[in-house]
């Protein structure tokens, strides 16, 4: 059964008319992103900065509306349902943030912080409210008086626990979490990662992981997917992915990840791409990887290749493969 089932999803964002063209432009943030997430499993998706993961965790929880497309959790279709109608499926679809600071109130008490998700929901009130309050804090590795303190008394990995507090305080059956290591030191970023899984665990929980390289997601994933330019490129299981690259551009993040043992090293080509990421306001026609593709002909600028299997459960989007 699957958790999150995501079709044809787009999400542009209106960008101000220049003055004189007139002409309304659009960010394509997400340009038409197909996947699904089974219950209990970790999906990975990563890419560069700005190829549009956090919009597409955002458009999931229904942070923002999609511009078309269709999100599906748990067999219902939540696309279109109004606030009121979403409110049930708020409680079980939460987010762990990407900047643990900005995303906690400086105003609020963590107890406040925490308190405010389950009162949203109306799920404890009283002395059940503070216990669950408190019983939350203290699974996610924080004490009871961290409660009457505010965020920014707290370092980066504490924040993000009370994050991730306020996420599993009204206990979700999915979670995305949005690079939630990326601001921490290495030696926090496993304490975290272990916290995670170990949830995931006891509560079954389903995970959209958001990361910017592969190295991070290849440990905790179950599925990985390669997004570029507001488009998934490539999925497959975790370890097919890692051992038999497919496409161009999963292959260039690959080859930056260095490889402890030193024969492999020898073996592996470390590709580097060329040119910048082009603008998602004006995306080039044909294959959107083709300004920096080191394979790419003539034929690659005709259309933007669609995800197709090309191994068991292996999707790529590249009309050589
Ligand atoms: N609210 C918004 N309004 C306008 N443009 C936006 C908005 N949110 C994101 N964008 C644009 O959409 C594109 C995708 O952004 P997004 O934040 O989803 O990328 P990302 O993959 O999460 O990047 P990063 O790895 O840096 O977090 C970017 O070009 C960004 O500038
Ligand atoms: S379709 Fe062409 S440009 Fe696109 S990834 Fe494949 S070879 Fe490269
Ligand atoms: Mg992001």
Same mark, same amino acid.
């Not at 560069?48 to 269709?70: D, F």
């Not at 959107?288 to 299997?309: Q, V, W």
């Given at each position: 059964?699957?958790?999150?089932?995501?079709?044809?999803?787009?999400?542009?964002?209106?960008?101000?008319?220049?003055?004189?063209?007139?002409?309304?432009?659009?960010?394509?943030?997400?340009?038409?992103?197909?996947?699904?997430?089974?219950?209990?499993? #970790?999906?990975?998706?990563?890419?560069?900065?700005?190829?549009?993961?956090? #919009?597409?965790?955002?458009?999931?929880?229904?942070?923002?509306?999609? #511009?078309?497309?269709?999100?599906?959790?748990?067999?219902?279709?939540?696309?279109?349902?109004?606030?009121?109608?979403?409110?049930?499926?708020?409680?079980?679809?939460?987010?762990?943030?990407?900047?643990?600071?900005?995303?906690?109130?400086?105003?609020?008490?963590?107890?406040?912080?925490?308190?405010? @998700?389950?009162?949203?929901?109306?799920?404890?009130?009283?002395?059940?409210?503070?216990?669950?309050?408190? @019983?939350?804090?203290?699974?996610?590795?924080?004490?009871?008086?961290?409660?009457?303190?505010?965020?920014?008394?707290?370092?980066?990995?504490?924040?993000?626990?009370?994050?991730?507090?306020?996420?599993?305080?009204?206990?979700?059956?999915?979670?995305?979490?949005?690079?939630?290591?990326?601001?921490?030191?290495?030696?926090?970023?496993?304490? =975290?990662?272990?916290?995670?899984?170990?949830?995931?665990?006891?509560?079954?929980?389903?995970?959209?992981? =958001?990361?910017?390289?592969?190295?991070?997601?290849?440990?905790?994933?179950?599925?990985?997917?390669?997004?570029?330019?507001?488009?998934?490129?490539?999925? @497959?299981?975790?370890?097919?992915?890692?051992?038999?690259?497919?496409?161009?551009?999963?292959?260039?993040?690959?080859?930056?990840?260095?490889?402890?043992?030193?024969?492999?090293?020898?073996?592996?080509?470390?590709?580097?791409?060329?040119?910048? =990421?082009?603008?998602?306001?004006?995306?080039?026609?044909?294959?959107?990887?083709? #300004?920096?593709?080191?394979?790419?002909?003539?034929?690659?600028?005709?259309?933007?290749?669609?995800?197709?299997?090309?191994?068991?459960?292996?999707?790529? @989007?590249?009309?050589?493969?």
């Amino acid at each position: 059964m699957h958790s999150i089932e995501v079709s044809g999803l787009k999400k542009y964002f209106p960008v101000r008319k220049r003055l004189f063209s007139g002409k309304a432009q659009h960010v394509k943030a997400v340009d038409g992103v197909d996947f699904a997430v089974e219950r209990g499993e #970790t999906f990975g998706l990563v890419g560069e900065s700005g190829c549009g993961k956090t #919009t597409v965790g955002r458009v999931i929880v229904r942070l923002y509306n999609p #511009t078309e497309g269709r999100v599906s959790f748990e067999g219902t279709d939540i696309s279109s349902l109004t606030q009121r109608e979403l409110l049930p499926y708020r409680k079980r679809m939460q987010m762990i943030f990407q900047d643990p600071f900005s995303s906690l109130d400086s105003r609020m008490t963590v107890g406040d912080i925490v308190g405010e @998700a389950i009162d949203i929901h109306g799920l404890a009130s009283g002395r059940e409210r503070t216990d669950r309050i408190l @019983a939350i804090l203290d699974r996610v590795g924080l004490s009871k008086w961290h409660a009457s303190r505010y965020p920014h008394e707290f370092s980066g990995g504490q924040r993000q626990r009370i994050g991730i507090a306020r996420a599993l305080v009204v206990e979700p059956s999915f979670i995305v979490c949005d690079e939630p290591i990326s601001a921490l030191d290495v030696s926090i970023q496993a304490q =975290i990662i272990n916290m995670l899984e170990e949830f995931q665990e006891n509560m079954g929980l389903t995970y959209l992981f =958001i990361a910017h390289d592969l190295s991070m997601v290849k440990h905790i994933s179950t599925r990985i997917g390669v997004m570029y330019l507001g488009g998934l490129v490539e999925t @497959a299981g975790s370890d097919e992915l890692y051992k038999n690259p497919l496409h161009p551009y999963t292959q260039s993040l690959l080859s930056a990840i260095p490889i402890p043992d030193p024969d492999e090293a020898v073996r592996s080509r470390r590709i580097i791409l060329e040119g910048e =990421i082009p603008s998602p306001i004006d995306t080039p026609p044909g294959c959107k990887f083709r #300004t920096r593709c080191p394979m790419a002909g003539s034929e690659c600028g005709d259309e933007n290749p669609a995800l197709r299997e090309a191994a068991p459960g292996h999707y790529v @989007a590249c009309r050589l493969i």
